[in-house]
């Protein structure tokens, strides 16, 4: 079961568009963590061993060393819902299918 943690930058209901059963899911609002910076937050969820944190922060690639960090980063295009929603199926595919320290950008060539 992969556990997934999407960003406070994510809209909502694209959460339900990209998630099924199998997969364990929790945001920022959840867990009481609205706020905290990418730094600080990557390291919450590598210590609690998440697989994959959904963003659509661009920065996040120039602002962390993201090289053995142990968890998987997508990186959308735009917290625009119009266009996530066009994108979900490709989502949920790096959701199912990224390694372990992968880092995608569905949407993006």
Known sequence: M???FFDENVP???VKLVTDATQFVS????????GIENG???R??????????VTADKNIRYQQNLAGRGIAIIELPTNRLPTLQSLAKEITDAIANIEQDGYVRPGVE
């Open 12 to 14: 909502r209901p694209l």
């Open 40 to 42: 600080e937050l990557l």
């Open 2 to 4: 992969r556990r997934v």
């Open 44 to 53: 919450l969820l590598i210590d609690e061993e998440w697989d994959v944190f």
């Open 27 to 34: 945001g920022i609002n959840e867990r009481n963590w609205k």
